[in-house]
Nanobody, 123 residues
Framework: QLQLVESGGGLVQPGGSLRLSCTASGFTLDNYAIGWFRQAPGKEREGVSCISSSDDSTYYADSVKGRFTISRDNAKNTVYLQMNSLKPEDTAVYYC????????????????WGQGTQVTVSS
């Protein structure tokens, strides 16, 4: 059974940091493109960041560039999203997803999704 589980969300003050984790079971993440997405109440889901399967190229939405960092730990079968300098507008449910495409590009159609983790940025 292929499964993705997100963790690390929570409540943080503006300017604070969180690290989200996306851990896979049933498959090996280093063969997949991994994306982080978020959805705030009343808004459409948006792509935040992704890391490619072929060469670990990374991509970021303009709204998070310079503040968020995506990375892999293949030994732990986990992908992380380090989020710094958080803003209230970063408040959302964050999802990770996996796509079984071999490419240096990772804004692709994703096949497997986690259940999401809530991130709330508020004072």
């Amino acid at each position: 059974q292929l499964q993705l589980v997100e963790s690390g969300g929570g409540l943080v003050q503006p300017g604070g940091s969180l690290r989200l984790s996306c851990t896979a079971s049933g498959f090996t993440l280093d063969n997949y493109a991994i994306g982080w997405f978020r959805q705030a109440p009343g808004k459409e889901r948006e792509g935040v960041s992704c890391i490619s399967s072929s060469d670990d190229s990374t991509y970021y939405a303009d709204s998070v560039k310079g503040r968020f960092t995506i990375s892999r730990d293949n030994a732990k079968n986990t992908v992380y999203l380090q989020m710094n300098s958080l803003k209230p507008e970063d408040t959302a449910v964050y999802y990770c997803a996996a796509a079984g495409v071999r490419s240096s590009w990772c804004w692709v159609l994703y096949d497997y999704w986690g259940q999401g983790t809530q991130v709330t940025v508020s004072s």
